[in-house]
């Protein structure tokens, strides 16, 4: 028998389910009635459960035989044996389950949340997190994508609590002393998409989308912040129904806002359910950024409706289908309902994250092959997100977006309410275009890495060369790394070339040799590769064609300076430029006014921050306040008449750099001047500039800041304000202070949603990283008790800021003793990245130190 996939000779066609959740023990019991379809004669068979006990197991048919079952765990497999009394025949049975399980406290199956409410008393909810194989926590079942089937929920509840479900509630009555509210059947779907919340909740009024009442839902006492998410989950809403040429699938559609929560969102039909900062927000104080961030989570989450819900992966290789959809509308979403905030040219930034992995030896493909259920829960990262909605947005801006449209729509008609694969939708989209999809896109997927094109003058041609780009010139040897040093993609290109008296053209090709050719204009002056950003590839121009870009910045789009700063940096950390090359550069870019931009270079120089000795790092940051000082002087502390918000959050971003990584005193001491007046006046200090005079306050204080900045992240009135202070307490230099960050992430007083966050940030501080690693090893078993493996596995990614010799030997000796696996290839690539960091500051460090001398 397969170790993770179940036998198919019994098939559900329809839950019902009836849980009875007692909050205060911690406990639910439960008794389902499954319809199943057995194809040939059994007599048991296997479903999944796991920390469940069953108590009862029958299974009848039509004819009213009933065998009686005895119900035998394999927790190691997660799985649940029913063998019978006698045989049972091929038909339709009713198979009847009662069982009983603990709400835990890892934030995964059917969980228990707590929260302090206006009054400050401690209250409980119960809710639900199944993705990826955690629906086997709540009941029984077939938990796999592959076996859709009707959902039926009843929830017996405390009488003063509410009941969400995917579907509408049907019928509600008094019970034995329990409240019993019943749902509608939900249409077929996945077991990983069936949610239940419990609690004290309260609601929006409901807007009408179409036919479809969508609500935004929370603990009491929050609703005055869920305006902002209503807008745009209605405008999102209408806008996929728009694009896909479907109605929405369900009969209605609640967001809930979970106080504790370990992803960022999960779709689960009608019922999606968020962290608190994801959904809910007091649109007055909040930034920009976080305003953006609700947006997107939302439209992503709903955007799953259709992709993930509607139609389904067959098996967890293909969750990319799911999630690189779900960000590349999200994308789409936004863009059309605020056009302003240049959402694509942010992409740009999510995108970075993505290359940053693919370029390690230890990356994967966009999909691979997937066996067991940590190796699924390893592919909810940056390749099938960000990666995976890269190489989409090429595809479309490849055929065009309205052919590619049509693509989607046909596959989303053809295979409704059943499961899909990536041939099925390379099929649809090649069907709507005429071209061989497969040919042009099977690289992306199912290869690892991107290429490098490298950008030369040969006479009147243009020369463009691909090769797989990499940091690291060979792979590691903890590595298992898919080596092809010819690997070609076929890569889709616009390449737009000036010429003297002729102007500007553009050319489109499709790259699929080693080499590829242009012909050049005559008086050709300056040629710009991946115009508008949309491919998934690094550019390296050479010396003279770079130069000419350089000279023309001011008449270059924000996406295409985004890319040049972004290459060039990447081509830094690769050793295939020289640091004061690099740092040359971005000297080229003080009168930069976009935020994307900034964002690269500052990330870049926080970046060396991490790989120089503490005796240099005061150059460093000179360096960083005669590069942001133009800038900042230009925009000032206060926006203006007329600006608009992307303006107003690259004001906050560059204060919050030149007075943390810059060490600015006069900011600082201007930092703590007007966050003194916000706290009389709320309207004093700009809403995008306030949480930069917090991270700069924290970086210079003391401990009675410190102090303070505790008391105000425990009584925090936003979502956002409470994780302002909470990282601030991350941003302390004091190693006493730190000290007691570091506590608070296992005492108890940080929820387990966001602790492992903090420790990550403290590991890539330069003056936590060592207490904080020290403080991993000692409390490591402390910390994979409480966190949620999520949480732990994000955590773990901190050590990429241990950029020292001596400390990179210390982490693989302690992974390697622990022997620690986190499913995937995620660990292997956490060490290289901290490899790649290392080999530059032994190759560079000298160099770094030099430059930074000469400009300083």
């Given at each position: 028998?397969?170790?993770?996939?179940?036998?198919?000779?019994?098939?559900?066609?329809?839950?019902?389910?009836?849980?009875?959740?007692?909050?205060?023990?911690?406990?639910?019991?439960?008794?389902?009635?499954?319809?199943?379809?057995?194809?040939?004669?059994?007599?048991?068979?296997?479903?999944?459960?796991?920390?469940?006990?069953?108590?009862?197991?029958?299974?009848?048919?039509?004819?009213?035989?009933?065998?009686?079952?005895?119900?035998?765990?394999?927790?190691?497999?997660?799985?649940?044996?029913?063998?019978?009394?006698?045989?049972?025949?091929?038909?339709?049975?009713?198979?009847?389950?009662?069982?009983?399980?603990?709400?835990?406290?890892?934030?995964?199956?059917?969980?228990?949340?707590?929260?302090?409410?206006?009054?400050?008393?401690?209250?409980?909810?119960?809710?639900?997190?199944?993705?990826?194989?955690?629906?086997?926590?709540?009941?029984?079942?077939?938990?796999?994508?592959?076996?859709?089937?009707?959902?039926?929920?009843?929830?017996?509840?405390?009488?003063?609590?509410?009941?969400?479900?995917?579907?509408?509630?049907?019928?509600?009555?008094?019970?034995?002393?329990?409240?019993?509210?019943?749902?509608?059947?939900?249409?077929?779907?996945?077991?990983?998409?069936?949610?239940?919340?419990?609690?004290?909740?309260?609601?929006?009024?409901?807007?009408?989308?179409?036919?479809?009442?969508?609500?935004?839902?929370?603990?009491?006492?929050?609703?005055?912040?869920?305006?902002?998410?209503?807008?745009?989950?209605?405008?999102?809403?209408?806008?996929?129904?728009?694009?896909?040429?479907?109605?929405y699938p369900g009969d209605k559609l609640d967001l809930l806002a979970i106080p504790d929560f370990a992803a960022g969102a999960m779709e689960n039909l009608g019922a999606i359910t968020f962290r608190e900062t994801a959904l809910l927000v007091d649109e007055r104080q909040a930034t920009h950024a976080e305003l953006e961030r609700i947006a997107d989570v939302v439209a992503h989450e709903n955007a799953h409706m259709w992709f993930g819900?509607?139609?389904?992966?067959?098996?967890?290789?293909?969750?990319?289908?799911?999630?690189?959809?779900?960000?590349?509308?999200?994308?789409?979403?936004?863009?059309?309902?605020?056009?302003?905030?240049?959402?694509?040219?942010?992409?740009?930034?999510?995108?970075?994250?993505?290359?940053?992995?693919?370029?390690?030896?230890?990356?994967?493909?966009?999909?691979?092959?997937?066996?067991?259920?940590?190796?699924?829960?390893?592919?909810?990262?940056?390749?099938?997100?960000?990666?995976?909605?890269?190489?989409?947005?090429?595809?479309?801006?490849?055929?065009?977006?309205?052919?590619?449209?049509?693509?989607?729509?046909?596959?989303?008609?053809?295979?409704?309410?059943?499961?899909?694969?990536?041939?099925?939708?390379?099929?649809?989209?090649?069907?709507?275009?005429?071209?061989?999809?497969?040919?042009?896109?099977?690289?992306?997927?199912?290869?690892?890495?991107?290429?490098?094109?490298?950008?030369?003058?040969?006479?009147?041609?243009?020369?463009?060369?691909?090769?797989?780009?990499?940091?690291?010139?060979?792979?590691?040897?903890?590595?298992?790394?898919?080596?092809?040093?010819?690997?070609?993609?076929?890569?889709?290109?616009?390449?737009?070339?000036?010429?003297?008296?002729?102007?500007?053209?553009?050319?489109?090709?499709?790259?699929?040799?080693?080499?590829?050719?242009?012909?050049?204009?005559?008086?050709?002056?300056?040629?710009?590769?991946?115009?508008?950003?949309?491919?998934?590839?690094?550019?390296?121009?050479?010396?003279?064609?770079?130069?000419?870009?350089?000279?023309?910045?001011?008449?270059?789009?924000?996406?295409?300076?985004?890319?040049?700063?972004?290459?060039?940096?990447?081509?830094?950390?690769?050793?295939?430029?020289?640091?004061?090359?690099?740092?040359?550069?971005?000297?080229?870019?003080?009168?930069?006014?976009?935020?994307?931009?900034?964002?690269?270079?500052?990330?870049?120089?926080?970046?060396?921050?991490?790989?120089?000795?503490?005796?240099?790092?005061?150059?460093?940051?000179?360096?960083?306040?005669?590069?942001?000082?133009?800038?900042?002087?230009?925009?000032?502390?206060?926006?203006?008449?007329?600006?608009?918000?992307?303006?107003?959050?690259?004001?906050?971003?560059?204060?919050r750099a030149l007075g943390t990584l810059g060490n600015d005193r006069a900011v600082q001491t201007k930092a703590q001047e007007l966050y003194r007046a916000s706290l009389g006046d709320a309207t004093a200090v700009d809403p995008n500039v306030l949480p930069a005079l917090i991270a700069i306050l924290a970086h210079s204080g003391d401990a009675a800041r410190y102090d303070d900045f505790a008391r105000r992240f425990r009584s925090a009135?936003?979502?956002?304000?409470?994780?302002?202070?909470?990282?601030?307490?991350?941003?302390?230099?004091?190693?006493?202070?730190?000290?007691?960050?570091?506590?608070?992430?296992?005492?108890?007083?940080?929820?387990?949603?966001?602790?492992?966050?903090?420790?990550?940030?403290?590991?890539?501080?330069?003056?936590?990283?060592?207490?904080?690693?020290?403080?991993?090893?000692?409390?490591?078993?402390?910390?994979?008790?409480?966190?949620?493996?999520?949480?732990?596995?994000?955590?773990?990614?901190?050590?990429?800021?241990?950029?020292?010799?001596?400390?990179?030997?210390?982490?693989?000796?302690?992974?390697?003793?622990?022997?620690?696996?986190?499913?995937?290839?995620?660990?292997?690539?956490?060490?290289?990245q901290l490899r790649v960091a290392v080999a530059m500051g032994e190759r560079e460090g000298a160099a770094l130190a030099a430059s930074l001398a000469r400009f300083h």
């Open positions: 028998m397969d170790p993770y996939r179940l036998p198919r000779h019994v098939v559900p066609t329809r839950y019902e389910i009836r849980l009875e959740p007692d909050l205060t023990t911690s406990t639910f019991t439960g008794v389902e009635t499954i319809a199943v379809t057995v194809t040939e004669p059994t007599s048991e068979i296997v479903l999944n459960a796991a920390e469940l006990s069953v108590s009862e197991a029958a299974i009848t048919n039509e004819r009213g035989q009933t065998h009686r079952g005895a119900a035998v765990m394999d927790e190691a497999a997660e799985r649940c044996r029913l063998t019978f009394d006698a045989p049972i025949a091929a038909g339709a049975w009713t198979l009847r389950l009662a069982f009983a399980g603990t709400l835990n406290d890892k934030l995964r199956g059917f969980y228990r949340s707590s929260y302090k409410d206006p009054g400050g008393a401690t209250r409980a909810l119960a809710a639900t997190q199944f993705e990826a194989t955690d629906a086997r926590r709540a009941f029984p079942c077939w938990d796999e994508p592959a076996f859709k089937a009707g959902f039926a929920c009843t929830l017996a509840i405390d009488p003063a609590l509410i009941a969400v479900s995917n579907t509408r509630v049907v019928a509600e009555r008094m019970e034995g002393g329990k409240k019993t509210v019943t749902f509608g059947d939900t249409v077929r779907m996945s077991t990983y998409l069936v949610a239940f919340v419990v609690g004290e909740l309260e609601a929006t009024d409901p807007v009408p989308i179409g036919k479809t009442p969508l609500r935004v839902w929370c603990v009491t006492g929050k609703r005055r912040l869920c305006a902002f998410a209503r807008e745009i989950g209605a405008a999102s809403l209408r806008f996929f129904e728009e694009y896909y040429g479907l109605p819900d509607l139609v389904t992966m067959t098996w967890w290789n293909g969750i990319w289908l799911n999630e690189a959809f779900a960000t590349f509308m999200e994308m789409l979403a936004v863009d059309a309902w605020k056009p302003e905030w240049k959402r694509w040219t942010a992409f740009g930034v999510s995108r970075a994250a993505a290359f940053a992995t693919d370029a390690l030896w230890s990356t994967r493909p966009i999909e691979y092959e997937v066996h067991a259920p940590k190796d699924a829960d390893a592919m909810f990262d940056v390749l099938t997100y960000e990666k995976g909605a890269s190489v989409l947005r090429m595809l479309e801006q490849y055929l065009g977006p309205e052919v590619f449209r049509a693509g989607v729509r046909e596959y989303l008609r053809a295979h409704a309410y059943a499961n899909a694969d990536t041939g099925d939708l390379w099929a649809a989209v090649g069907r709507a275009s005429g071209a061989p999809i497969p040919a042009v896109m099977d690289g992306w997927i199912f290869k690892p890495g991107f290429p490098l094109v490298s950008v030369r003058r040969d006479g009147d041609e243009l020369v463009l060369a691909q090769q797989r780009f990499t940091y690291l010139p060979a792979p590691p040897p903890w590595t298992t790394a898919d080596v092809a040093p010819d690997q070609r993609w076929q890569v889709p290109s616009q390449v737009r070339v000036g010429a003297w008296g002729t102007g500007e053209a553009t050319e489109r090709a499709l790259l699929v040799e080693a080499e590829t050719r242009l012909r050049l204009p005559k008086d050709f002056e300056w040629a710009l590769v991946n115009e508008g950003g949309h491919g998934f590839y690094r550019v390296r121009y050479a010396p003279d064609l770079r130069e000419a870009l350089l000279r023309r910045l001011d008449r270059l789009q924000p996406i295409d300076r985004f890319n040049l700063v972004g290459d060039a940096w990447a081509a830094t950390s690769a050793g295939l430029t020289p640091v004061a090359e690099y740092l040359e550069l971005t000297t080229r870019f003080e009168a930069e006014r976009d935020r994307n931009v900034w964002t690269i270079l500052v990330s870049s120089l926080g970046a060396l921050n991490r790989i120089i000795g503490p005796g240099d790092r005061p150059r460093l940051e000179a360096f960083v306040r005669n590069l942001l000082a133009p800038a900042v002087a230009e925009l000032g502390w206060a926006p203006r008449a007329g600006e608009d918000e992307l303006t107003r959050q690259l004001r906050g971003d560059l204060l009135t936003t979502p956002q304000e409470e994780q302002r202070y909470l990282y601030a307490l991350a941003a302390f230099q004091p190693a006493p202070l730190l000290q007691q960050t570091l506590e608070r992430t296992v005492n108890g007083e940080i929820r387990t949603q966001d602790a492992p966050f903090v420790a990550r940030a403290l590991l890539m501080s330069v003056y936590g990283r060592e207490l904080a690693w020290s403080f991993i090893k000692e409390r490591w078993d402390v910390m994979d008790r409480l966190y949620p493996k999520h949480g732990l596995r994000r955590m773990c990614e901190g050590v990429i800021g241990l950029a020292t010799p001596e400390l990179e030997r210390d982490v693989h000796a302690f992974f390697t003793e622990r022997k620690i696996h986190f499913g995937g290839k995620t660990l292997e690539q956490y060490l290289e």
